[in-house]
């Protein structure tokens, strides 16, 4: 079965302090990863997407095949990272099945 | 560019009704991609229109349906409304289809969402 688990619902940091969003994915096909990010009254947003291999925001994530993972990393939290973060998996040819989302806080 | 338009913003329904729901594209955007978005079951992939044809649907009832006209606006009809129909729907549009069978994924942009109440 297709699915995107994003095992923490909230996830609270101090600023400067490192930030691992993890999801798992569970897929047959080639995966292809993507995060997605919805700051407090904004619209949901791509974050990055694994094939592009970008940082963004100074978040990076890595595909990990062996793990079926696409943990979302930050070595230095800010504030203004909080936000609510969803993890996405493209299925071959239909649709992008989320994960339930895990919302980042970082305190000042 | 103007981004992704949804009327209305809020909506509030009692169980039985229909309502319809309307996302306009960024424009030069083909596809439209719906989604339901609840604190329980998180985002969910209602179905996507490109060309004016439903190319992919999501696991829902029948009783979700939708459109798409020739200037690539959509809408969402939802029939004989339940009360775990309450939700944000979110529509989102692509220049794209939103996937290209494996070979690539195009960059979704999403609108406000519709809020939907059903009492």
């Known amino acids: 079965a297709q699915r995107v688990t994003q095992p923490e619902k909230l996830l609270s940091v101090f600023k400067g302090a490192p930030v691992e969003l993890k999801c798992n994915y569970s897929?047959?096909?080639?995966?292809?990863l993507f995060w997605y990010v919805q700051y407090s009254r904004q619209r949901l947003q791509l974050l990055l997407r694994?094939?592009s291999r970008e940082s963004i925001k100074g978040f990076t994530a890595d595909l990990n095949k062996g793990e079926t993972s696409f943990h979302l990393k930050k070595p230095f939290a800010q504030e203004e990272d909080s936000a609510m973060y969803y993890c996405?998996?493209?299925?071959?040819?239909?649709?992008?099945?989320f994960g339930t989302g895990t919302r980042l806080q970082v305190f000042p | 560019k103007a981004g992704v338009t949804q009327t209305p913003r809020y909506l509030i329904k009692t169980r039985g009704q229909q309502v319809t729901l309307s996302c306009s594209p960024i424009?030069?955007?083909?596809?439209v991609s719906w989604y339901q978005q609840t604190p329980g079951q998180g985002l969910q992939f209602l179905f996507e229109?490109?060309?004016?044809?439903?190319?992919n649907k999501g696991n829902f009832p029948g009783r979700f349906s939708g459109r798409q006209f020739s200037n690539s606006r959509s809408e969402m009809n939802v029939s004989t409304l339940e009360l775990g129909d309450s939700a944000l729907y979110l529509c989102?549009?692509?220049?794209?289809?939103?996937?290209?069978?494996?070979?690539?994924?195009?960059?979704?942009?999403f609108g406000p969402g519709t809020r939907l109440t059903v009492l």
């Open positions: 694994h094939i």
């Open positions: 229109y490109f060309s004016e044809t439903q190319r």
């Open positions: 424009s030069g955007h083909r596809s």
């Open positions: 897929y047959s096909g080639s995966p292809e």
């Open positions: 996405a998996l493209a299925v071959n040819t239909d649709k992008l099945i």
């Open positions: 989102a549009s692509s220049f794209g289809r939103l996937v290209f069978g494996g070979k690539g994924t195009d960059t979704q942009y």
